[in-house]
């Protein structure tokens, strides 16, 4: 389901213009759809798991980096005032 989330397979299904859903019916092709393709190969899904995986990690690494350096700038003008 996270997966399909991350490749927006939901964004043609969305409805509503202040408040966007997505009806049930639908979700529930669309999460066979997902299922049936991950079963006709899974190695190739495990290979995309993992490196989606591997990329939420370094997002969340650069995430911290860029809190250190706004921390970093924060500090220098503190000095300074």
Same mark, same amino acid.
Do not use: H
């Given at each position: #389901? ?5 490749? %927006? !397979?939901? =964004? @043609?299904?969305? $409805?509503?213009?202040?408040? @966007?859903?997505?009806?049930? %019916? ?5 999460? !066979?759809?997902?299922?049936?393709? #991950?079963?006709?190969? @899974?190695? &190739? ?7 989606? %995986?591997?990329?939420?990690? +370094?997002? +969340?690494?650069? $995430? &911290?980096?860029?809190? *250190?350096?706004?921390? !970093?700038? %924060?500090? *220098?003008? =503190?000095?300074? #005032?």
């Amino acid at each position: #389901m996270y997966s399909l989330w991350q490749s %927006r !397979a939901f =964004y @043609p299904y969305l $409805r509503g213009s202040v408040i @966007p859903f997505v009806i049930l %019916r639908e979700i529930k092709e669309c999460i !066979a759809d997902g299922l049936e393709k #991950m079963e006709t190969n @899974p190695w &190739q899904f495990q290979k995309v798991v993992e490196a989606l %995986r591997s990329l939420e990690e +370094m997002e +969340m690494k650069f $995430r &911290q980096n860029l809190k *250190l350096i706004q921390d !970093a700038k %924060r500090m *220098l003008f =503190y000095k300074y #005032m």
